[in-house]
């Protein structure tokens, strides 16, 4: 049943998803152009808003729980799992308030994709080439830079890659430690994510139906100068208790 209404629901929701990023992208441009950074982030993070509301006409469902109480006043960086690309619009809306920036690969950013490669461009994340490790670590040094200076925070997918079935992959430690050596006072965040990997369960269409996509930020870890092997593995290990 849940295949059969998405065959149905998903013109719906990507007709939405496309408007949205199209309606977007010259709304961002302009704010960037007569204010920076700040009013672009607002419009980025309405955006991003208006793409979660989007999963709705699927007849899924977004959770979104803090119990944690995470400061302001410091760069965090938020470890998550990595499901699908749904996973995405949800994290920035929900972390807007602690500027999240995400590593991305550089090829979304010459796509010409409406909105996002633009955000991209500009949104002050980092864009990495996969098959240049020195570009890629300038990157994360730089955005480790912007993060101390800026109090920001970062979103990070040890994972590497997508998990089609929701499993927990093993987390890998090269990231989060450049960016710990620039930024050494960043907090640790894990934030456990189930069940978008079920929206693409059938691949990109349709998508599946009736689903409840869940986000949680699990308890803080200082890391008081640990090697970040071991940090990630404690990290990985309290994400995998709350997935599935």
């Known amino acids: 049943m849940r295949k059969l209404l998405g065959y149905i629901l998903s013109a719906f929701h990507y007709l939405a998803f496309g408007l949205f990023l199209g309606i977007f992208q010259p709304i961002q441009w302009l704010c960037y152009r007569l204010g920076g950074y700040g009013p672009h982030k607002r419009v980025v993070d309405i955006l991003n808003g208006c793409l979660t509301s989007t999963y709705y006409l699927l007849g899924n469902r977004v959770s979104f729980t803090n119990r944690q109480q995470l400061p302001f006043n410091r760069p965090i960086i938020f470890i998550a799992n990595h499901q699908s690309m749904y996973d995405i619009p949800p994290l920035i809306y929900h972390l807007r308030k602690y500027h999240a920036k995400f590593i991305s690969k550089i090829e979304l950013l010459t796509k010409g994709i409406p909105s996002i490669s633009y955000n991209l461009k500009v949104g002050g994340g980092a864009n990495i080439d996969r098959k240049d490790p020195r570009q890629s670590i ?55 994510i189930n069940n978008s990997w079920k929206m693409v369960r059938y691949g990109i269409y349709p998508l599946s139906t009736f689903e409840h996509l869940t986000f949680e930020i699990l308890p803080p870890i200082e890391p008081n100068g640990q090697p970040a092997d071991a940090l990630l593995k404690q990290i990985q290990e309290m994400i995998a208790a709350k997935v599935g």
């Open 138 to 192: 300038t990157e994360l040094v730089k955005l480790a830079t912007r993060m101390k200076d800026n109090n920001w925070s970062t979103v990070i997918f040890p994972e590497g890659t997508r998990s089609k079935d929701g499993r927990v992959k093993a987390f890998q430690s090269a990231g989060v430690a450049t960016i710990l050596k620039k930024c050494p006072n960043a907090l640790l965040v894990p934030i456990a």
